[in-house]
């Protein structure tokens, strides 16, 4: 069984390392080796993440099994709803129930901060990662393209998960 171990600042260049090694291994059927590399840069680089813990109200967390950290997690405190900006895991550990897992220690910290509603942004292709997110309760609410800077946007659907 996993355990979820929040990222203390100390352990960022780690986090970044799995994050680029997931990016690159994950991304590559959908968006080109530019483009990852570009957004790993930008959102998913120690200073990135820096910049998130400082000024984005940003917290991680490892997914760890049996020692390893086999992904990770990333939420924000927003106003009125907890976002959560990334889940991933490594190749390896797909489609085993640790998504799942991932989501519901998500909603626990969510209600332990007091919020009723959970939000996300995923790839309008990344549809195996759509089909989890509806089976686990989000609804599609909005779509936008966000550009992100050297030629590169961002076609995402906003989903949002609501406690009953």
Not at 37 to 48: C, H, N
Not at 82 to 88: D, E, G, N, T, V
Not at 106 to 114: A, P, R, V, W
């Amino acid at each position: 069984m996993e355990t979820f171990i929040e990222v203390q600042r100390e352990n960022i260049k780690e986090l970044a390392q799995l994050a680029d090694n997931i990016w690159h291994e994950y991304w590559g059927i959908i968006l080109t080796p530019e483009q990852i590399d570009y957004m790993i840069e930008k959102f998913q680089s120690e200073k990135a993440i820096n910049e998130q813990y400082n000024n984005e109200n940003y917290t991680y967390y490892f997914i760890n099994q049996n020692g390893k950290n086999i992904g990770y997690f990333g939420i924000s405190k927003k106003k009125n709803y907890l976002f959560l900006s990334k889940l991933y895991i490594s190749k390896g550990f797909r489609s085993k129930g640790i998504g799942r897992r991932a989501f519901e220690k998500i909603k626990e910290i969510s209600l332990q901060n007091g919020y009723n509603e959970i939000r996300l942004t995923v790839n309008k292709y990344n549809q195996n990662t759509i089909y989890a997110y509806l089976k686990w309760g989000f609804k599609t609410i909005d779509a936008v393209v966000t550009d992100i800077g050297s030629g590169f946007v961002m076609d995402d659907y906003i989903m949002s998960w609501n406690r009953q």
